[in-house]
């Protein structure tokens, strides 16, 4: 753990190991954190507060450009960092070093741009002044699905607004985040100012973090149901809280849409990562003009995939993250197929018997799959899938298709494919989703705001809006008279 400045044991003295998911062989062992080391890290960048928030945004954000200059530097090696800890192949690996750089580059650029506001009175003698100023330490719980870029989409802006922070990551990827945690140190970030906790059990990490009145923010990215139950906390406390929740997205194919183009953009889109993102498409509605064309190719370009260990060439899919992720996807396959789906292609766990060879055999494979024919009674169409199924339903009404989209509690992400201005425009805007790509499998950059509705969360990432996030607002009245 790095505790003010400082590589640490645990206090208890215990480790826990970390497992490449491909091979299930053990990579490494770190410290297994409790709640006095929260506490430690939380009083670390407490005492690091003043000095940091009275430092120029210039000199922050130089810092941030060194981080983002070695980061950039260390593309490789920290690419085959997250392949062997994470399992996504090489490829995408280095895609996300990339994203996760950009972060610390844009909020660098941002950092010079925290200005306040001169604002008008309805009085004649009176001015009234803002300005923004670090809301203090900041309490970071982040996943393994992406374990560099959504470390440095909240620590790059912290940083850049002033203010310390304390970050667990998730059980599953502490080495990325270690990394991380080097890259900053050396690009200059002093002691104490960031402050990593890793930690098998997260819930006693989780709540010295909501119940200490030194922490001013928490934010969260995850599960809806650990986001929920982490922001109650917070809220007791009044700690602002930002949460990147869960997803269920709908993939929208309009009669008018070129089938090929969008399948395609499909089978790129909800393989990425094995499936394990928040934005993945959950639900892929195609008119029924389209249908024959658009699962046709899906179904091709699936079978293309291959599955294995992302360090191998040509490898487009890894495993999921462990047992648990396995047997859920299967779960939810095997519902939809009770209740009626057909599976052209995938369906069923991958092992070594099906390379002929015991290669998969240790690690958590599920073959790409397609369900057709998916219904409103099969689990796939309501919850999180998390893994590498793409389930279609084919619909006949144009006028009921957003109702259908909009038919979720969850609201991150949408796709809409059409040849329409008028109706990608209006999908746009009825949708209850927060990011939607028109025909783009790609929404998201470090410029642009990204977060979501309803059960998918509050507050926002990226863009300038992320700066925001780690800000108060303080007005002055001034006297003329
Ligand atoms: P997933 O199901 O994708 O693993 P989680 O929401 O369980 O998502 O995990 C996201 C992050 O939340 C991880 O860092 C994990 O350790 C942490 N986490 C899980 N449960 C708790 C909890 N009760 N308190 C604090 N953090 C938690």
């Known amino acids: 753990m790095f505790i003010d400045g400082a590589w640490t044991e645990a206090r208890s003295g215990r480790t826990f190991p970390v497992v490449n998911p491909a091979t299930g062989e053990e990579i490494g062992r770190v410290p297994d954190g409790g709640a006095d080391d929260a506490i430690d890290a939380i009083a670390a960048a407490d005492g690091a507060f003043p000095a940091w928030s009275s430092t120029t945004a210039h000199h922050r954000a130089d810092i941030l450009l060194e981080a983002w200059r070695l980061m950039s530097d260390r593309a490789d090696e920290l690419a085959e960092l997250m392949t062997s800890e994470q399992g996504k192949p090489l490829r995408a690996s280095r895609f996300e070093v990339g994203y996760g750089a950009d972060f610390i580059r844009w909020f660098a650029e941002e950092a010079r741009r925290l200005t306040g506001e001169w604002l008008p009175s309805a009085r004649a003698d009176q001015r009234f002044l803002t ?42 990827t502490p080495l ?6 080097d890259i900053f140190t ?37 599960s809806t149901a650990v986001g929920r139950l982490l922001a109650a906390k917070a ?38 990562n094995a499936g394990q993102a928040c934005i993945s498409p959950n639900r892929l509605y195609v008119h ?114 957003i109702a259908l989209a909009n038919d979720t509690h969850y609201g991150l992400a949408a796709y809409v494919y059409t040849e329409s201005l008028k109706t990608a425009l209006s999908a746009f805007e009825a949708l ?42 303080k007005t002055a009245g001034i006297s003329l008279r």
């Open 131 to 172: 300005i923004r100023q670090p809301v203090g330490v900041v309490a970071m719980i982040t996943p393994w699905n992406y374990p560099m870029s959504m470390l440095t989409r909240k620590m790059a802006p912290a940083l850049a607004a002033g203010c310390t922070l304390v970050l667990k990551p998730a059980e599953a």
């Open 176 to 181: 990325c985040a270690r990394a991380i945690f």
């Open 186 to 222: 050396e690009a200059g970030v002093p002691p104490g100012v960031i402050n990593l906790v890793t930690a098998q059990d997260p819930a006693p990490i989780g709540d010295a973090f909501t119940s200490d009145p030194r922490v001013r923010k928490l934010t969260f990215t995850g």
């Open 235 to 272: 809220g007791q406390s009044l700690q602002r809280v930002s949460v990147e929740l869960g997803g269920h997205a709908p993939f929208i194919v309009y009669p008018d849409a070129d089938p090929l183009n969008a399948a395609k953009g499909a089978a790129a889109l909800k393989f990425l």
């Open 288 to 401: 029924r003009n389209a249908a024959d064309a658009f699962v046709d190719t899906l179904t091709k370009r699936v079978s293309g995939l291959v599955t294995g260990d992302g360090m191998e060439d040509g490898v487009g899919v890894g495993p999921l993250v462990d047992d648990a992720a396995v047997a859920k996807v299967a779960a939810q396959v095997d519902d939809a197929r009770d209740k009626g789906a057909e599976v052209p292609v995938g369906g069923h766990r991958l092992t070594g018997a099906d390379l002929g060879d015991d290669r998969l055999d240790r690690g958590f494979f599920y073959a790409p799959t397609v369900l057709t024919g998916v219904s409103e009674d099969m689990t796939v169409y309501r919850e999180e899938t998390f893994g590498p199924v793409a389930p279609v339903v084919i619909y006949d009404d144009v006028d009921e298709v």
């Open 432 to 473: 209850d989703f927060a990011i939607v790509g028109i025909n783009d499998v790609n929404p998201t950059s470090a410029s642009v705001p990204f977060g979501g509705m309803k059960d998918s969360g509050l507050g926002r990432e990226g863009g300038h809006e992320g700066l925001d996030e780690y800000l108060e607002i």
